[in-house]
């Protein structure tokens, strides 16, 4: 008869989930120590979120009590289609090509949850899905599911780094994956040499202060500083470039989740159009995107910006 565990992650694959671990929960004392390094470095930019709680982050039991194990899962996100080079348009990050990921990864894990108090009803739980103060990758990587690379992204043999973590931190024990990934970045600097900005300050360290997605999603100030402007490189929302770059991704391959297909104008976007959106028609348009992360006057900012650096 199959484990819990082994129900679990086939339950975990018909949902759609492309890789599945499961830990035991644990104190993360050396990781705290490396946020604590991070936030004093103020890395961490104007994202105070950061550092609040610290500690919660790394202890889940914290963030749920009675919790004893975490199911670590990985969505592949890829879509096979490429940014259009042209100068009235702006480039938009993968990830925010189709639906909201929260949505969708909020919504498969609450089913997998509920399968998992259908076979015991003493099994409670709590869905985490990158809002919430936990270290997605760190777990990711304890349950086997690949390395943190050089650019501080989840890289998996299978899929590169296009993928989507998420976790439910659950009230039973389980059966433990003990065999982690070990890190194939090797002597590779290609993230690092291909960041226009130098956001990647050292392997596995990015300032965010620098880098391109954390301005374009995260900061709030009403322009840029002269760096971001002059190295947008195409970039409206997000950036992509140190995954692009990252020889892991040749292993790419198309998601079968329908819902992260680009929606129209989500991969390249009409500058023009975005600058003339009004707050109802802005709220229609990325409704369930998330895109909507930076608001509409963050999105105006970011177009009115690449408008001005491509006249330079």
């Not at 694959?13 to 644990?26: A, C, D, M, P, S």
């Not at 961490?44 to 749920?64: C, D, I, S, T, V």
């Not at 998601?255 to 992260?260: D, S």
Request: aromatic residues 10%; contains cysteine; proline residues 4%.
């Amino acid at each position: 008869m199959a484990s819990l565990s082994e129900k679990i992650k086939q339950k975990s694959f018909e949902l759609g989930f492309h890789k599945t671990g499961i830990v035991r929960v644990e104190s993360l004392t050396e990781e705290e120590n490396h946020l604590r390094e991070w936030l004093a470095e103020n890395y961490h930019g104007e994202m105070q979120w950061m550092e609040r709680e610290p500690e919660k982050r790394a202890a889940p039991e914290l963030l749920f009590p009675g919790a004893r194990s975490i199911i670590v899962v990985a969505l592949n996100y890829f879509t096979p289609f490429e940014h259009e080079e042209n100068s009235s348009k702006g480039k938009v990050s993968r990830y925010a090509w189709g639906d909201d990921y929260h949505d969708v990864l909020k919504e498969k894990l609450r089913e997998l949850l509920a399968f998992i108090k259908s076979e015991n009803e003493a099994a409670e739980g709590k869905i985490c899905v990158d809002t919430a103060p936990i270290m997605d990758k760190v777990w990711a990587a304890r349950a086997g599911l690949g390395w943190i690379g050089k650019h501080s992204n989840l890289i998996t043999k299978d899929y590169g780094s296009w993928v989507f973590l998420g976790e439910i931190l659950l009230n039973l024990e389980l059966e433990y994956d003990t065999d982690k990934v070990s890190d194939h970045c090797g002597s590779c600097t290609a993230c690092l040499d291909a960041c226009p900005t130098g956001a990647i300050v050292e392997p596995y360290i990015v300032d965010s202060r620098k880098c391109l997605s954390y301005a374009t999603i995260e900061l709030r100030a009403p322009e840029f500083p002269d760096e971001i402007t002059e190295n947008l490189n195409g970039w409206l929302y997000g950036c992509d470039i140190c995954q692009d770059v990252c020889p892991w991704n040749r292993f790419e391959k198309p998601t079968m989740e329908e819902r992260f297909a680009p929606r129209t104008g989500n991969v390249s976007a009409d500058l023009d159009e975005i600058l003339a959106l009004s707050p109802e028609k802005y709220a229609e348009k990325f409704r369930r995107s998330a895109m909507k992360r930076t608001k509409l006057a963050g999105l105006q900012r970011n177009a009115t910006a690449l408008k001005k650096s491509r006249k330079k």
